[in-house]
């Protein structure tokens, strides 16, 4: 099992700035991919960023040139830089594992608990 701590969400005014991170832990034999979701009232669950093993990584159309994802592998850890904030950001941000956990090498999908990032004057 593979439990996921986030942090950094909170309020920001608009154009501010956010950092959010996660930390996965538990029987964790590797990780496939890290990434970041986000949803608003009323909206389906969005794919905001995300990084794979070898460090590519994906953005939502909407988080390009102002987010920015990083992983530590050493320590299981995944970051979202959030700049230039909008109010339209405003959402609960859910980081997202894909991990390997066992010998007989299945990925499964783990959710943390998520995060509200409110974005507001």
């Known amino acids: 099992q593979v439990q996921l701590v986030e942090s950094g969400g909170g309020l920001v005014q608009p154009g501010g700035s956010l950092r959010l991170s996660c930390a996965a832990s538990g029987t964790i034999f590797s990780i496939n991919a890290m990434g970041w979701y986000r949803q608003a009232p009323g909206k389906q669950r969005e794919l905001v960023a995300r990084i794979v093993t070898g460090g590519s990584t994906n953005y939502a159309d909407s988080a390009k040139g102002r987010f920015t994802i990083s992983r530590d592998n050493a320590k299981n850890t995944v970051s979202l830089q959030m700049n230039s904030l909008k109010p339209e950001d405003t959402a609960v941000y859910y980081c997202?594992?894909?991990?390997?956990?066992?010998?007989?090498?299945?990925?499964?999908?783990?959710w943390g608990q998520g995060t509200q990032v409110t974005v507001s004057s």
């Open positions: 997202n594992v894909i991990a390997v956990t066992s010998t007989r090498g299945f990925a499964y999908n783990y």
